[in-house]
């Protein structure tokens, strides 16, 4: 569509409340957004000089279309547009993690003593779910730090169902052993809704309790269980006091503070739960989007997916569509959201705090960024290459003994790794341990099938031969890319340690010596991680793999256990040696197995013994 096409269309567009859909001249949708009134809101972006957009430049030299979706309210709108950026991914809207990577604790209903098992992907399964949690370090700290007083047990429900005699764990007193009957179902239940409380900051009613059990224990000369909770208050008293930033007036808050430079963003979310603070989550990413669109588009997909939605969430800057993100999160609430830019008291304390959090959260980031450059440019300068090495891909083969050949891919960006573009590859046309034709196969499909330019660099984890076994294949598919391979030192004799000055070598095309790398220079350092990071994830995965092969032949010919319930048995129950170690009750209660299923399977596994 010619520009004089598209302006017309956008002065045709209705008044109504939708989303937009920018495309370029292939059709792909590179923006999505949403509107009050699309016509207004779309016009603003072709206006002449543009409405002070920071990516007008962006619409005038990709955008070819536009499509909309017409809906009966803006709140409708903000739903369609957060599944319709899910589906496409555009290239210009934020793209924030889904929940399913942060980190929950599930709790199973469903077991007489369940444990707190943190996960990563909830699943609809009945269980409890607390958080998601942002910082999956400090979640875990805190989990050790409640089982100190409150005994729960954290074992696998595989390791719970087999076990005959206490573990260590309840010896030294960081578990009650319900596995052996030490405790009743209700004793463990009252232990374990304190020890949600506490990870729910609601400690105020539990310190009361608390500090009546322990004088009726005393007046009852129980002194061992007097100083039991006398050492749960202790902890609970601590981490209370850790948390003495106080908002006077409202329960719950989530309070997003704001900096940007450039396209550069970084969002603060201070979270106040009982009128303390709790945690702090920073984001950082890179947009075209003006303030109040690249806030809008986060939180819409902030609160997506059940996230516990707050009493009042704080903003620092107006997002575009304030009144409907209120009126959909306090319908999804059941309770009001108030949804505010605060001009004074205690909600604009919060946001200066948040605030200046999120600008030294991004100075920290820029000067970490300016570092890894200076150490891309090292880089750059000892291998030789044309240009800083901004974008690292490392391919990586791994098998045993020629047995289900695998390859990874990794990818670096400007030092870090770039993890949703990491691939991994089963080895089709090659045959055997042959790493060097393996390497051709993983590179042809690299190169040939990927839609995404060729990196600064590609690292190979290997010598001479394998740069050798590369570089027919990107001549015959015309690809230009600077190619490097990072050797270890070869050792004298089988078992030798590395002696001291042996250091790994980069050897590329062309060049006869191969370059030494000092152990302590940051880049080889980068080298190495990049290299250990493609092996570790061929390794994980050609694991994955034998873990499968080895289950599905012990399973073989068991009538109703396809691929999916067999990945499922993996999943539920912790591997194969999860899946050995289970009762029939165990594997029956993973999704999708059912009782008798469960009896087969546990029937094949146990051949050899008595069944009990």
């Known amino acids: 569509m010619n520009r004089a096409a598209l ?287 690249a806030l809008s588009t986060f939180l819409g997909a902030w609160y997506a997916g059940g996230r516990p939605l707050p009493d009042e969430v704080l903003l620092a800057v107006p997002a575009y569509a304030l009144d409907a993100f209120a009126e959909l999160w306090s319908e999804r609430r059941g309770k009001p959201v108030r949804v505010v830019v605060p001009r004074g008291g205690a909600g604009q304390r919060a946001i200066e705090m948040a605030n200046r959090n999120a600008e030294l959260a991004l100075k920290t980031a820029r000067d970490q960024e300016s570092i890894e450059l200076r150490v891309l440019e090292d880089v750059k300068r000892r291998l030789g290459l044309s240009q800083s090495p901004r974008r690292i891909e490392c391919i990586d083969i791994s098998h045993l003994q020629g047995g289900e050949p695998v390859a990874s891919l990794i990818v670096f960006v400007d030092g870090r790794p770039e993890k949703s573009e990491y691939r991994r590859f089963r080895v089709r046309t090659t045959a055997g341990n042959d790493d060097f034709g393996a390497m051709r196969e993983i590179v042809r499909r690299r190169f040939r099938s990927s839609r995404s330019a060729p990196p600064d660099l590609l690292l190979l984890d290997g010598g001479r031969p394998q740069i050798a076994a590369v570089v027919g294949v990107l001549q015959e598919l015309g690809v230009v890319v600077e190619l490097a391979g990072i050797v270890k030192p070869e050792r004298r004799g089988r078992g030798l340690a590395l002696q001291v000055g042996e250091v790994d070598h980069v050897v590329r095309p062309g060049v006869a010596d191969p370059i030494a790398l000092p152990p302590d220079d940051e880049a080889c350092f980068l080298l190495q991680r990049v290299r250990d990071e493609a092996h570790r994830f061929a390794i994980s995965y050609h694991r994955q793999l034998r873990s499968r092969g080895a289950l599905r032949g012990e399973l073989a010919g068991i009538d109703g256990l396809g691929a999916k319930r067999v990945r499922a048995l993996l999943i539920g129950l912790g591997g194969l040696r999860g899946v050995k170690a289970a009762s029939r009750e165990q594997i029956a209660a993973v999704a999708g197995i059912g009782e008798a299923l469960a009896e087969r399977v546990w029937q094949q596994l146990h051949r050899s013994r008595p069944a009990d």
């Open 7 to 293: 302006l017309a269309k956008v002065d045709a567009l209705p008044r109504e409340p939708g989303i937009y859909l920018f495309k370029d001249v292939a059709g792909e949708v590179l923006y999505v957004g949403k509107a009050k009134s699309l016509r207004e809101r779309v016009r603003g972006y072709f206006q002449p000089g543009g409405d002070g957009r920071l990516f007008v430049r962006f619409i005038e030299q990709r955008v070819a279309d536009v499509d909309i979706v017409v809906t009966h309210s803006e709140k409708e709108a903000l739903l369609l547009e957060n599944n319709v950026i899910k589906i496409h991914q555009p290239r210009y809207n934020i793209r924030l993690k889904d929940d399913k990577s942060f980190l929950q604790l599930r709790i199973d209903g469903k077991h007489p003593f369940p444990a707190i098992v943190p996960v990563r992907r909830p699943r609809k399964d009945g269980a409890r779910y607390l958080g998601p949690y942002a910082s999956a370090r400090a979640i875990r700290t805190t989990l050790r730090m409640v089982r100190t007083v409150f005994p729960l047990r954290d074992c696998r429900d595989s390791e719970f169902a087999n076990r005959t005699r206490p573990c260590l764990k309840h010896q030294i007193g960081m578990c009650c052993a319900p596995c052996v009957g030490k405790v009743t179902p209700e004793q463990y239940a009252e232990l374990l809704e304190s020890a949600v409380r506490v990870l729910q900051g609601d400690t105020g009613q539990l310190l009361e309790r608390l500090q009546t059990d322990m004088s009726d224990a005393a007046a009852k000369l129980e002194y061992e269980r007097a100083a039991v909770l006398r050492d749960r208050i202790s902890f609970l008293s601590t981490s209370t006091e850790a948390q003495a930033v106080e908002i006077q007036r409202f329960a719950d808050r989530d309070a997003f503070g704001f900096h940007r430079r450039g396209r550069r963003v970084e969002l603060c979310l201070l979270e106040f739960r009982g009128g303390k603070l709790l945690t702090s989550h920073p984001f950082s990413f890179q947009t075209d989007l003006p303030d109040d669109e």
